[in-house]
């Protein structure tokens, strides 16, 4: 299996990506896994794994398998399995996960629950 790093930054291992000039609010659902680069305003709700690009502006509250963070995400972010803040991440909210990775430079401001897996 690919590591989770790897198919941040390969596109070509994400079934679906949604450019940095689409922004747009809703409820988005999706069973496999997505990136944003552009901006998204609204609730995501997925099985699969969410990355949210460098570029990528998000205001949602997310309920997801994966999630990994790479640029700007605001409000609530609950993963079954693995939340990951990359270095140049900037994340206010709160977060729910029984794995949370956090590198060196990630910026995050909020709440972090770790319950058992």
């Keep these: 299996m690919a590591d989770i790093k ?4 390969d596109e070509n291992k994400i079934d ?5 000039d ?3 609010k809703g409820k988005l659902k999706f069973k496999n896994s997505l990136k944003i680069k552009g901006q998204f305003e609204g ?3 997925t ?9 990528a502006i998000i ?3 997310i309920t997801a398998n994966k999630v990994s963070i790479n640029g700007e995400m605001n409000g609530k972010v609950k993963a079954s399995h693995k939340i990951e803040l990359f270095k140049k991440s900037r994340t206010r909210g709160d977060m729910v996960s029984p794995d949370i990775h956090m590198e060196s430079g990630a910026w995050f ?3 972090c629950m770790m319950p058992k897996k």
Aim: no cysteine; hydrophobic share 40%; glycine share 10%.
């Design 59 to 61: 205001s949602a509250d």
């Design 22 to 24: 689409i922004s747009f």
């Design 47 to 55: 099985e699969g794994h969410l990355v949210i690009g460098r570029e």
């Design 6 to 9: 790897d198919i941040v930054e």
């Design 109 to 111: 401001s909020g709440t």
């Design 16 to 20: 679906t990506v949604i450019a940095d």
């Design 43 to 45: 609730k995501i709700e």
